[in-house]
């Protein structure tokens, strides 16, 4: 497998509290990307008042190495907020993506939140696979809340997963299914640099840090890249992938999810 076939990048549409969290943790964990001595509750909520509200604030990404059937695969998790007031970061998190996992507690089933972040999956015509969480509730209805499910997106019932990310049953399934279910990107790396910035934050040791996804050509490190909505230019000083850190790297070709980190605006021509 070469290039753009290998990668997977998707995102979990869920309500607040109905296992998003504990279910990227345990992605994080299955596929070796942390072990279970640096599992801190809820990794991908890194900064402090997430933590105390419960609620991811920002979009992350990280990026997880998977290997399926002897082949190797790279998989990019890009966390959706899920709260109602970003739905902005929401709709460019869900724009970077080519599948997202559909997350229903088994025993509250489908909520208006998650179906409006559900609509902006289906209008980016992302492969929807939808999981049912919590089976192991004792107040969990599976057949009453996989009818919703079918109801809502139109799905065949056998492809509704069951989990239950509290217990870490059902995640090998999830994996495969976005191996198999999720297109992988399309792209030409050897084209104009087209990317997307969906997070940024302003860091003052180290400057401008972005998050994006490459839709089309290679970025490298050392080029200079024009932010068409800023209309600035800002040198690619460090680019690579977000693991639990950062992994520089030389460039990140088409279809890939990186960072960028620059100093400060440059004069000159830009990509």
């Known amino acids: 497998m070469t290039g753009m076939d290998n990668i997977r ?36 909520d890194n900064m402090d008042l997430e933590r105390e509200k419960g609620i991811t604030i920002k979009s992350h990404a990280i990026q997880m190495n998977y290997k399926f059937e002897g082949k190797d695969y790279i998989l990019n998790l890009i966390d959706t907020p899920g709260h109602v007031d970003f739905s902005y970061e929401v709709s460019r998190s869900i724009a970077a993506c080519e599948g997202a996992l559909l997350i229903v507690d088994a025993a509250q089933g489908i909520q208006a939140q998650t179906i409006s972040n559900l609509y902006l999956a289906v209008e980016h015509n992302l492969e929807i696979i939808p999981v049912l969480n919590k ?37 090998e399934d999830i994996l495969r299914a976005v191996i198999e279910r ?58 690579g992938v977000l693991k639990l850190d950062k992994l520089p790297q030389n460039e990140i070709s088409a279809g890939n999810v990186g960072y960028l980190i620059s100093v400060g605006e440059q004069p000159g021509r830009g990509h």
């Not at 599976?142 to 239950?164: F, M, W």
């Not at 792209?187 to 997307?196: I, K, S």
Request: glycine fraction near 8%; proline fraction near 5%.
């Open 9 to 44: 990048n998707f995102c979990i549409i869920a309500h607040i509290d109905h296992g998003k969290s504990t279910l990227a943790d345990r992605l994080l964990e299955f596929t070796g990307t942390l072990t279970g001595r640096q599992m801190q509750a809820q990794v991908l």
């Open 135 to 171: 089976i192991d509730l004792p107040a969990a209805m599976p057949e009453e809340v996989t009818d919703q499910i079918v109801d809502l997106i139109g799905c065949d019932r056998n492809s509704v997963l069951k989990a239950s990310a509290k217990e870490g049953k059902g995640i």
């Open 182 to 239: 999720v297109p992988a990107p399309k792209g030409d790396p050897n084209a104009p640099l087209q990317a997307m910035i969906f997070d940024s934050v302003f860091n003052s040791f180290r400057g401008i840090e972005v998050i994006y996804r490459v839709f089309n050509g290679t970025m490298r490190k050392g080029d200079l890249v024009k932010f068409v909505n800023a209309d600035k230019q800002y040198g690619a000083d460090e680019i």
